[in-house]
């Protein structure tokens, strides 16, 4: 089945643009082609083939071209401009997504991995790096994170011209006309990015990156800050959950961070005392749980409260809602960053001297 020319010629320009654009090793970028020319050709594979082999023929052309850029290209440049810009507290981010939204939800991703204090972004996104790559330049959104509406445009503004100046003392030149709702131009330049290698991740949970922190810090050691950190999720626990229920966490090292669960006791008869009775359920109460089980067992029930539980909250809801008297998905424990999760740890270790 031949493809129609015109579909071929822009996919060959959607391939030349990934080829091109620097961001991913090859592997990877390769199994992207080949998934977008067999999603868009089906059934003919001869014209896959080719395109694969096209790409393939790119790659080797670009790395002979790359050993050839003995002077800093402009993508060179603004590589080293966003690097600064990170290290000033403005997150600055290549290829965020393949739109302004996708951008946005990159940059409260990475915020949220960052312990100093975040004072704004700036991003390109995937179709920028389309036209960029065809030398059209860049265009950069970004924000201030101000909280006070008041003085939110002001440092808007004040976000895009650090920006900017920083751009231009690693010899990029951009344009803007100033209005907050406009993005920062970076004018057309010819694209030479260097293919990048990415660097294997540990795995880390954003538990285990800040209980690390605190430990670089304080000079205290790990049993230390994990017993900090339970305290922590343990008393944020309790403000949200109810301080009277029976409520336990702990730090479970292979998965990397802190499960909490309750605690219920199989009685016969409540008691009177509400302080008690809210930490028992009678065998009717539990419904079909109470055929397993008799009076005097205890009953544990993990309480799913991290941003990835969303799920599993649910379920809990839904099967064991009613038995806990309580419904934990879409509620917030507390604020889930690497800053507050290490400032969390800071201010429930032990004084000093103990």
Not at 265 to 270: A, D, N, P, R, T
Request: charged share 35%; proline share 3%; net charge negative.
């Amino acid at each position: 089945m031949a493809t129609d020319a015109a579909l071929l010629e822009s996919l060959r320009d959607r391939v030349e643009a990934l080829v091109l654009a620097g961001y991913g090793e090859e592997g990877w970028v390769l199994a992207s082609v080949e998934e977008l020319l067999r999603d868009e050709l089906r059934e003919d594979r001869e014209a896959v083939e080719q395109l694969l082999v096209y790409s393939r023929g790119r790659f080797e052309e670009l790395r002979a071209e790359e050993a050839r850029w003995t002077e800093p290209t402009m993508n060179d440049r603004i590589d080293r401009a966003f690097e600064e810009l990170n290290r000033q507290g403005i997150i600055a981010l290549q290829n965020a997504g393949g739109s302004l939204s996708d951008g946005w939800r990159e940059v409260e991703a990475a915020e949220q991995e960052r312990f100093e204090l975040v004072r704004g972004a700036t991003f390109f996104h995937g179709q920028d790096v389309e036209r960029g790559v065809q030398g059209a330049g860049l265009m950069l959104a970004f924000d201030a994170f101000e909280d006070d509406p008041r003085l939110r445009d002001e440092a808007r503004v004040a976000i895009a011209r650090e920006i900017r100046e920083t751009l231009a003392r690693h010899g990029v030149p951009t344009e803007w006309n100033g209005r907050v709702k406009t993005r920062i131009q970076i004018l057309p330049f010819e694209w030479c990015k260097r293919r990048e290698v990415s660097r294997p991740k540990d795995g880390s949970t954003l538990e285990q990156r800040a209980l690390r922190r605190v430990v670089q810090e304080k000079g205290v050691s790990w049993e230390v800050a994990v017993a900090a950190l339970e305290r922590f999720i343990l008393e944020a626990a309790r403000k949200e959950y109810g301080a009277g229920r029976q409520l336990m966490a702990q730090y479970d090292p292979e998965r990397g961070f802190v499960t909490v669960h309750q605690a219920l006791q199989v009685v016969e008869q409540l008691s009177e005392d509400p302080s008690e009775s809210e930490n028992q359920r009678t065998q009717a109460q539990l419904g079909l749980l109470g055929t397993d089980v008799e009076p005097g067992d205890e009953l544990l029930f993990q309480l799913f409260y991290r941003p990835d539980d969303v799920y599993e909250a649910r379920a809990q809801d839904m099967q064991y809602g009613e038995i806990l008297r309580l419904t934990t998905s879409g509620r917030k424990l507390l604020p889930w960053t690497a800053r507050d999760l290490r400032d969390g740890i800071l201010g429930h270790l032990p004084p000093e001297g103990d």
